[in-house]
């Protein structure tokens, strides 16, 4: 999988220079924009800093002031009828339902599910409009220049954007925390609610699990964004972190664009 991967996106690649430093875009047809940082540096990029649709990236943030905000995970909150409306990707909770709020974060980042994401906005925000009020007072902070929310779940907005660049700059800073670091990795997560309903989600990252030293970050597809990730490996002392906006194959691009980084990361240049 990995060469042949490694095959589709060479064939499409700008031939290299002789000489001098390679070229900022090796890999047109990875994706629309993408970011391929090795070590702190970077190696590849395409559009980095050109705004887009984030689709569920979108929830990296919410995770982050879920847990800045600090508060027992062990806390039961409640879901309301919004966030059980909430469409698309879903845990099937239902208004009414208690669930505790370390368990809303992990389906939040693993299951990437809209309910469970939303009664956690809600909890942490007090309501919906200002937690996404806090989401770009953070992003602010952060000299996130091309990012903007709408809601905090990821759906298309007219508003919601962000740029691979930022993307990565807000992953590295999520990825300091210990707990998330462990909760994007799971590939998996359950739950049982206050009144003993149990309730499961898979992860929508296929590289966990199945692409050696994969052990993050997130997927998000919408039609607007289309096929979305941010992507981190460890391996052999190595630390590789991608990110990819709008990737018409994104499990090949994602595992070529690894593997080629892995490759030159062990070099050491």
């Known amino acids: 999988m990995r060469l042949l991967a490694a ?3 060479l064939a499409s690649a700008a031939p290299a220079a002789a000489e001098g430093p390679p070229p900022p875009d090796p890999f047109p047809g990875a994706a629309r924009s993408y970011l391929v940082e090795a070590g702190g540096r970077v190696l590849w990029a395409r559009d980095p800093d050109a705004p887009r649709l984030p689709a569920s990236l979108t929830k990296i943030m919410t995770a982050l002031l879920a ?7 062990e806390a039961w909150i409640p879901v309301r009828a919004r966030a059980a409306r909430e469409t698309g990707t879903r845990l099937g909770l239902r208004a009414g339902d ?3 709020a370390g368990d809303a974060l992990a389906a939040t980042l693993v299951a990437s599910a809209n309910d469970a994401c939303l009664a956690l906005a809600e909890h942490v925000g007090g309501g919906v409009g200002p937690f996404v009020e806090r989401m770009n ?3 602010a902070e952060m000299g996130l220049a091309a990012t903007a929310f709408e809601n905090p779940c990821g759906h298309d907005a007219p508003g ?19 707990e998330f670091r462990r909760l994007v990795a799971l590939q998996e997560v359950s739950l049982v609610t206050r009144d003993g309903r149990r309730l499961r989600g898979k ?8 692409l050696d030293g994969a ?12 096929k979305c990730l941010v992507a981190l490996v460890e391996r052999d002392g190595a630390e590789v972190l991608a990110v990819l906006l709008d990737a018409e194959i994104r499990w090949w691009s994602a595992s070529a664009l690894l593997e080629e980084a892995l490759a030159e990361a062990g070099k050491g240049g």
């Open 203 to 210: 992860t929508g990252n296929a590289l966990l699990g199945r």
């Open 160 to 178: 919601q954007q962000s740029s691979a660049r930022d993307l990565l700059r807000l992953t590295r800073v999520a990825l300091r925390i210990p």
């Open 7 to 9: 095959a589709l996106l």
């Open 98 to 100: 208690r669930i505790r």
């Open 215 to 226: 052990v993050g970050v997130k997927s998000g597809f919408t039609p607007g964004a289309g």
């Open 67 to 73: 847990l800045e905000a600090g508060g027992s995970p």
């Open 137 to 139: 007072r953070r992003a």
